[in-house]
Antibody, heavy 120, light 110 residues
Framework: QLQLQESGPGLVKPSETLSLTCSVSGGSIISSSSYWGWIRQSPGKGLEWIGNIFYRGTTYYNPSLKSRVTISVDTSKSQFSLKLSSVTAADTAMYYC????????????WGQGTLVTVSS | QSALTQPASVSGSPGQSITISCTGTSSDVGSYNFVSWYQQNPGSAPKLMIYEGSERPSGVSNRFSGSKSGSTASLTISGLQAEDEADYYCCSYSDGSTWVFGGGTKLTVL
């Protein structure tokens, strides 16, 4: 059973960079059928797709966040990471990492989520 | 890339059927058969309920069904049960190898 676990600071100051890591276990991150993605949910709001990465490093980003987002992968550690720069209070959200199936274009495994608050 | 449009809330009585719509554009729902639906309970991560528009993952009740017409996808829940009360989100694959979610619908079982 695939498991994903987010980790990283729960508090980030405005204008700084948010950094999160997702650890994948119970399966290989080196998979031609998987994209590894990040989704966020602001308090009381809906889901927003941030972007994803293929194990070889190909990335796709939400156009509205593209200028501030970097997603990377470390296959040796079975981890992928999210960096979001120049954060503001609007970036306060629950951040989920997830497995997106490349052929079926859905999200079948989710991490439990980690709450990141942007505040001074 | 705009969010897909869902009704903010729907409600129904136990045993009834309800349908949640998800309207997109020719850049997403209208062009791809890759609409998925997720159920989210308070404090939990979303759960995949429907993929490829109408397919159910193993373990999901056959009371849940999906369909699509043009740029609008729909999720129907038949034989409504109290345990179905949750938030529901649609998601579509979109141009540029991106994904877009709907704004979410709160289902209340009366």
């Amino acid at each position: 059973q695939l498991q994903l676990q987010e980790s990283g600071p729960g508090l980030v100051k405005p204008s700084e960079t948010l950094s999160l890591t997702c650890s994948v276990s119970g399966g290989s991150i080196i998979s031609s059928s998987s994209y590894w993605g990040w989704i966020r949910q602001s308090p009381g709001k809906g889901l927003e797709w941030i972007g994803n990465i293929f194990y070889r490093g190909t990335t796709y980003y939400n156009p509205s966040l593209k200028s501030r987002v970097t997603i990377s992968v470390d296959t040796s550690k079975s981890q992928f990471s999210l960096k979001l720069s120049s954060v503001t209070a609007a970036d306060t959200a629950m951040y989920y990492c997830a497995r997106q199936r490349s052929t079926l274009k859905d999200i079948d495994y989710w991490g439990q989520g980690t709450l990141v608050t942007v505040s001074s | 890339q705009s969010a897909l449009t869902q009704p903010a809330s729907v409600s129904g009585s136990p045993g009834q059927s309800i349908t949640i719509s998800c309207t997109g554009t020719s850049s997403d729902v209208g062009s791809y058969n890759f609409v998925s639906w997720y159920q989210q309970n308070p404090g939990s991560a979303p759960k995949l309920m429907i993929y490829e528009g109408s397919e159910r993952p193993s373990g999901v009740s056959n009371r849940f069904s999906g369909s699509k017409s043009g740029s609008t996808a729909s999720l129907t829940i038949s034989g409504l049960q109290a345990e179905d009360e949750a938030d529901y989100y649609c998601c579509s694959y979109s141009d540029g190898s991106t994904w877009v979610f709907g704004g979410g619908t709160k289902l209340t079982v009366l």
